[in-house]
């Protein structure tokens, strides 16, 4: 009886040391993190190390992660600002000129007989005109730069699905269908099966309009535009070729760059958004584009889309 | 926000005669995020460069700082674990595990670190993102060599580290395999907001990424040429 108490003594005693051994042990813990969600909330660099085994370091890797995100997004804010700046900067600058144009077309019509001329109904017919297009301008480089700004702030979230590409990409050549037949450039189409891809059909026809305009506006009269496409096992490539006057190897990866222009087409009719918004669009759809040219041989833009999983 | 930053590194092999010098001054920063190219000629120094900052080897002169650690100051027992939680690596030869099958391959890094806490359903959509959920119960030999590199891939971003290195990561795949693992590679740069570092020799491959940092003869030139706002007039 007696050794029986004594054992339950000892046992209980062997208990308690236990329990407060735990107990110190979770209270270490316990302050151990409690410092270090201090260290979080008074934005201070995490002091624990996370350089050793165990539970609480590799919380403190994660903790000091978290402050790394919450840095990284108040740089985000920053740099955005600044990024605006330059948009302002530069958006004056591509808007001067058809401002600058239409300013004078008014001019001249508005002076009609005042000063002896007079402008024949033709003539103003003309000028009329020609300011109905720098207007045009205006309002399309407004749009893109408006549709540039709100994709770079992850304000338009447009789903992208899967999607039939042929139409999308037959919408593309629609709308650039007459301007090619204006320059006598000939599209040609290769095989081309019909394909459902992961994509936003409104946003993708906006890439391939981009490319084919593009091949219009620097390949010559009387070339060859060809679409192609090629099928892989994540991934569907869609081709357009030209036969224009190419890009130098050392510019490839420079104009999909914001604003860019390449020096020697820098008179031609241009704003450096179209590739910029292309590239921003397909990241946006897990795709990705790239070039390949030679100087006066002709460009090839590939743009690679996900096959839609089923 | 930097996650990198190579301070003035200098690298030298053997002494004296066969004294060979790797790299020569080389600086630059990688921010959070960024898909940046590595190019040079093999013998550029470039391999050299990627295992210093994978902590595989220590600078002669000069510091590699990531996420606020220098890595030439740990012990090597902190190295490891360092490695194992900001360290993604992508090799060339995939290096994945035999005896293990896809899903466990993918969850290696996480097991080593948490045990077997491992976030089940992050594993599920990496697989998912690549386009290997189906083959998860599959073993690296039954696989193609783009599948292989997939699964490294989502073995390197199993465990959301700050830097992944790539190593020639498409160096032996034929084309067609090629689009596939830099499509995924940066579509998985952006979706995690993972920032990459990627070792090549392809001018064509390093076009796709956002910053393209050349190397010559084990010294630096700057890859961002200047680049003018100053467009086509508009007319």
Redesign the interface.
């Known amino acids: 009886m007696e050794i029986l108490a004594a054992a339950a003594v000892i046992l209980a005693a062997g208990c308690t040391v236990a329990a407060w051994i735990f107990y110190r042990q979770k209270k270490n813990m316990y302050q151990a993190l409690s410092r270090m969600m201090d260290d979080l909330l008074e934005d201070r660099v995490v002091t624990l190390t996370d350089l050793k085994e165990g539970e609480v370091s590799a919380l403190a890797g994660k903790a000091k992660r978290l402050s790394e995100k919450l840095q990284s997004e108040i740089g985000q804010a920053t740099q955005e600002k600044e990024q605006v700046k330059s948009l302002i900067s530069n958006m004056s600058h591509q808007l001067k000129t058809p401002l600058t144009n239409i300013m004078m077309y008014e001019e001249i019509l508005s002076s009609d007989g005042a000063a002896g001329t007079k402008l024949s109904k033709e003539d103003q017919k003309k000028f009329l005109a020609k300011m109905r297009a720098q207007s045009e301008k205006v309002d399309w480089i407004l749009n893109s730069l408006f549709k540039m700004v709100r994709l770079e702030q992850n304000v338009i979230v447009f789903e992208a699905g899967p999607n039939l590409i042929r139409k999308t990409i037959l919408d593309a050549v629609n709308l650039i269908y007459e301007k090619a037949q204006r320059k006598q450039i000939e599209i040609e189409t290769e095989y081309f099966p019909d394909c459902s891809l992961f994509h936003n059909p409104r946003w993708t026809t906006e890439v391939f309009a981009n490319l084919l305009e593009n091949a219009v506006k620097y390949t010559p009269e009387g070339g060859k535009i060809t679409i192609g496409m090629q099928r892989f096992e994540m991934y569907t490539e869609i081709r357009i070729r030209d036969t224009g006057i190419g890009i130098e190897q050392k510019e490839q990866t420079e104009i999909f760059k914001r604003f860019y222009r390449s020096r020697g087409v820098e008179n031609q009719e241009g704003s450096g958004i179209g590739l910029y918004l292309s590239k921003l669009i397909l990241e946006k759809e897990k795709g990705y584009m790239n070039v390949a040219s030679r100087k006066g041989m002709g460009s090839c833009f590939s743009v690679f889309l996900q096959n839609s999983q089923e | ?1 930097k996650v990198l930053e190579v301070m003035n590194v200098d690298k030298t092999y053997g002494s004296r005669e066969n004294k060979v010098h790797a790299l020569k001054d080389v600086s630059f920063n990688v921010e ?2 960024e898909f940046s190219a590595i190019v040079g000629a093999s013998g550029s120094g470039k391999s050299t460069l990627l295992n210093l900052i994978g902590g595989l080897d220590i600078p002669t002169k000069g510091k590699i700082v990531i ?3 220098d890595i030439a100051k ?1 012990t090597r027992k ?1 190295l490891t ?2 490695r194992r ?2 360290i993604g690596f992508v090799f060339q030869n995939y290096s994945l595990m035999p005896v293990l099958n896809v899903y466990d391959n993918t969850a290696l890094p996480v097991t080593f ?2 045990g077997k806490y491992v976030d089940h359903a992050y594993i599920k959509e990496l697989l998912k993102e690549l ?1 290997l959920w189906e083959k998860r119960r599959s073993y690296p030999s039954e696989l193609s060599g ?1 599948q292989q590199q997939r699964v490294a891939l989502a073995r390197a971003l199993a465990n ?1 580290p ?1 830097l992944i290195l790539a190593d020639e990561p498409t160096g032996n795949l034929d084309s ?2 090629t ?2 693992v ?3 590679l ?2 998985s740069c ?2 995690y907001n993972q920032t990459i570092l990627m070792v090549t020799h392809n ?2 491959i ?3 990424c956002d910053r ?1 940092i050349r190397i010559e003869d084990g010294r630096l030139y700057d890859g961002e ?1 200047e ?9």
Do not use: C, P, S, W
């Open positions: 926000m959070l995020g996420r606020d650690h740990l902190e674990i360092f939680r900001n670190d948490q386009g783009g959301k700050a067609r395999t689009i596939e830099m499509g995924l940066k579509a952006k979706k001018e064509a390093a076009q796709t393209i040429r680049f003018y706002a100053k467009g086509g007039e508009v007319r």
